[in-house]
C-alpha cells in the first residue's frame, strides 16, 4: 500500500509488499475436522457424533502476525476469513500507520485449537498468548465459521486476560487445551516472563468463564523475576483427563505438578523439601528452561520427560555464551539430582556422503552396535537402570541453546539448537537437529548422512563404506531451525509399510530443509482400547 503523490496531510507509512503484518514467532495451526481422538467416554454427549460434525466446516489456517491481529485463512483458497484485535495490543494500533514506524510486537504468540466440552456441548476452542506483543491470553470459540462476522463476533469471542492480574506475564508458549480431574475443561500454561509477582506458577484457566485457578511454586520475586514455560501434560489412567503437568522455569528448574485431586483446592507441587516445593530437576547454574518438554512412559516404569535449556528471549541473550544442555530425566517418584544422570557427550563433526555436516556423540550405555568412539560403553545397561535417574549431554558451541520444543517418537528424542547471530537485528544464525535414544541418550541408527532416502548400515560415517563406522546423532541445518513437523515417509523401498519419517524443518533462511530418519518399526496397530460394559 502506497500512499498517491496527490494526497495531502495525514500521510500514512507505505508497505509496498503486503498490508499483512510480519509473522516472526507464530506458528500456524490447521483446523480441520475432529482435533482429537477422545473416548466417547469422556463426557457424556459422544465425541464421536460431535467429531463427525466437524467435517461440514471449511478448514482453516489460524495464524498470528505483529498488525495486531489474530489471522484465519482458508486452507483451501488462502483467502482471509477471519481476523481479530485482542484488547491487550489496541494501543499499539496506530503506531502502524505511521511513516517513522519502528517495529514492534502485538499478536506473536502460537495459538492451540482443540475440541472441547463447555456446559455439556462439544465447542472448538482457539486460546492463545501474545509472545512479546502483550501479557496475557485470550479465547476464541471457532466451532462455527459462519459466525466469523460482526453481527455474531459476540458468539466468538470468549474471554481475555491481562497484566492486571500480577501473576501473569507475557506468555511465549503454546497452551495445552485439556479435562482436568474435577471435570472442567481448561487451557493449562505457563504464566510467562516479566509478571509483577516474577515467580513461576502454573495458571490453569477455565475456558468456560475464563477464572483462573493456579498453582504457585514460591519461586522468583520482582527482584529475582522467574515465569513458568511451556508445558507438557500427562494422563497417568490414560483416559484423556489430564493429571499431571511437567514445565521449566527461567531459573532452570524442572516442575512436577501433581492434579490428581478431584478438588482444584489441592491441586500442588508434587515434591517438597521441609514442606516448600522442590523442582523435579534443578539445572546446571546459568540453564534456563524455555522450551516446552515431552514426556513418555518409561520402560522401566514412571515417566521419561526431555527438555533442553537455553533463552532467547531479548536482544541481550544474542551475546549469551554459557554451556546448554540437553537433558533426559526418569521421573519415578521422587526428585533427582545432576549427579544422578549420565553424561554423554558430542565427540567430533565429520561429513555425510550427501555434503551435509553432522555430530558423532557417545553412547555411553552398554556397548555400542557400530564402531566405538571415546565416551562409548562406560556404564552397563543394568547398572545405568539401577544407579541413573536419565541423563544429559552438553551443547558443544558457544551461544548454543534449545528454545523450541522437544519431539519424543519412534523410541529417539528430537531436539532443535539454535547458535544466533550476534547482529541484533540479524535473523540469521545455525543451528542443528538431534535424535538420540530417549531412554538413555545413547547415538541411535536414525539419520540417512548419504542421501539414498533410506536408514542402513551404510549411512555409518568415518567407517569403510561396508557397514563399518559411526552412526550420527545430528545434522547441521545452516540456519536458525525451528522444532520440526514430522510426516510419515511414502513406501518403505520394499513394498511393505513406511518405517521412515521425514523432519520438516522451517529456517529463519526461509526455507523448509527436509531430514529424513527411521521411524517405527512397527505398522500402525491398535494403540489402546477401553471395555464399556
Known sequence: ???????????????????????????????????????????VSRYSTYAAT????????????????????????????????????????????????????TVDGSPSVGDVSINGTWRTMLVSG???????????????????KESTAAQVVRWELDGSDADMGYVFSRPILAKTRDGKWRALVGNGYNSTNGRAVLMLVDLQSGAITKVDTGVGSAGTPNGLSGVAAVSSTNNGV??????????????????????????????????????????????????????????????????????????????????????????????????????????STTSGANGNTYRLTTHAVGVPPDTAIAGDNVI?????????????????????????????????????????????????????IFDIDVMTGNRSPALDTNGDNEITDADRLNGDGNGTGT???????????????????????????????????NTSAGSIVRVRESGNQKPSRRAAWEQIQ
Request: hydrophobic fraction near 40%.
Open 54 to 105: 466437524r467435517a461440514s466446516q471449511p478448514p482453516i489456517i489460524f495464524v498470528g502476525a505483529n498488525d495486531g491481529m489474530l489471522h484465519g485463512f482458508n486452507a483451501s483458497t488462502g483467502s482471509e476469513v477471519f481476523a481479530y484485535v485482542p484488547y491487550a495490543v489496541k494501543d499499539k494500533l496506530s503506531a502502524l500507520t505511521s511513516p517513522s514506524y519502528a517495529h514492534q510486537y
Open 471 to 505: 552412526m550420527a546423532s545430528a545434522v547441521r541445518v545452516g540456519a536458525i531451525p525451528a522444532a520440526p513437523s514430522i510426516m510419515r515417509a511414502a513406501g518403505s523401498g520394499n513394498g511393505g509399510p513406511s518405517v521412515k519419517d521425514d523432519k520438516l524443518v
Open 242 to 347: 489430564v493429571d499431571i503437568v511437567y514445565a521449566g522455569d527461567l531459573q532452570g528448574n524442572l516442575w512436577k505438578f501433581d492434579l490428581s485431586s478431584s478438588s482444584p483446592s489441592a491441586w500442588a507441587v508434587a515434591y517438597t523439601a521441609a514442606s516448600v516445593p522442590a523442582p523435579l530437576l534443578k539445572a546446571a547454574s546459568g540453564q534456563p528452561f524455555t522450551a516446552r518438554p515431552d514426556v513418555t512412559v518409561h520402560a522401566k516404569g514412571g515417566y521419561m520427560v526431555t527438555l533442553g535449556t537455553g533463552r532467547y528471549l531479548d536482544v541481550g541473550d544474542n551475546a549469551t555464551t554459557g554451556t546448554q544442555a540437553l537433558y533426559g530425566v526418569w521421573d519415578k517418584g521422587s526428585p533427582v539430582a545432576l549427579a544422578d544422570l549420565q553424561t554423554q557427550s558430542v565427540v
Open 380 to 432: 552397563t545397561v543394568a547398572n545405568y537402570y539401577s544407579s541413573k535417574r536419565g541423563w544429559k549431554m552438553n551443547l558443544p558451541l558457544s551461544g548454543e541453546r534449545v528454545v523450541a520444543e522437544t519431539t519424543v517418537r519412534a523410541g529417539r528424542v528430537i531436539f532443535s539448537t539454535l547458535i544466533p547471530s550476534t547482529a541484533a537485528c540479524s535473523s540469521g544464525g545455525d543451528g542443528w
Open 130 to 148: 501474545m509472545n512479546a506483543g502483550a501479557k496475557g491470553l485470550f479465547a476464541l470459540d471457532v466451532t462455527d465459521a459462519s459466525k466469523f
Open 1 to 43: 500500500v502506497v500512499n498517491c503523490s496527490g494526497c495531502t496531510a495525514p500521510t500514512f507509512r507505505n508497505r509496498p509488499t503486503s498490508v499483512l503484518g510480519d509473522i516472526v514467532n507464530s506458528a500456524p495451526v490447521y483446523l480441520g475436522s475432529a482435533t482429537s481422538d477422545f473416548r466417547d467416554t469422556i463426557e
